[in-house]
């Protein structure tokens, strides 16, 4: 089941990497429910435009400058959610980078892996526990990670699956996504909040070079019901559009 807003009491969310492709398309969603939506990115011209885009369409989108991987913006991402809004009742950890390059784990240059975790979970983990505070005061706060179905172990090992080429910075950095995904899960348990991964499928973005299938709207479905799920929901778990997907 999904939660609807009311208007007098709309719902606040925080989008991270939310100035154009899927973060966009999640922004976009959840304000068409209502919600107030901050658009977290460090590039200030992309994120004023995708604000203006927004707010033209009826959404009530804010800015949020906010790089994932630096300590000082993180904290005043969240200074200005706390005086901006003083809660927030979902985090959706959208950015992320595939650490580019060739990723052969033979030749692989170590930078790249180093950049790819530092962002897709580093940056994870920096941002929801400095935000941790705000969604405490929500009555049913949500955290969502946005990872891929390249981070199950299981489907990599599965004969036949369809999971990329060779990565051994990208999709390890999902796996490990996912991993910790699980760890908040089982250290919040008992609490209002509710935390899961989604894979938005192979979607048209720049990561990708626009080769995927999908379009964006169609990679955001996952992360807004996620968003959006009610109180009895899961937690600790793997989804896409189509379910659950194994770790």
Known sequence: MTETNTVNHPKIALVTGANK?????????????????????????????????????????????????????????????????GRL????????ITGGGRQD?????????????ETNVIGV????????????????????NVSSSVGSLTLQTTPGAET?????????????LNAVTVQYAKELAGTPILINAV??????TDLNGFRGVR?????????????TVADDGPTGRFFDDEGEVPW
């Open 215 to 227: 379009t964006p709207q169609q990679g955001a479905v996952a992360a807004i019901r996620l968003a």
């Open 89 to 96: 009742d979902a985090l959706v950890n959208n950015a992320g």
């Open 21 to 85: 492709g899927i973060g966009y398309e999640i922004a976009a969603g959840l304000g068409a429910l209502g919600w107030s939506v901050g658009i977290g990115a460090r590039d200030d011209e992309r994120r004023e435009a995708a604000v203006d885009k927004l707010r033209a369409a009826g959404a009530d989108a804010f800015g949020v400058p906010l790089d994932v991987t630096d300590d000082a913006s993180v904290t005043a991402a969240a200074r200005l959610m706390e005086e901006r809004t």
């Open 105 to 117: 784990p033979t030749t692989v240059d170590v930078n790249r892996v180093r950049a790819a975790v």
């Open 199 to 204: 894979c938005p499928g192979f979607t048209a």
């Open 125 to 144: 983990i920096r941002v929801t526990n400095t935000l941790l505070p705000l969604l405490r005061r929500s009555p049913s706060p949500r955290i969502v």
């Open 164 to 176: 990329g080429p060779i990565s051994i910075a990208y999709a390890p950095s999902k796996s490990f």
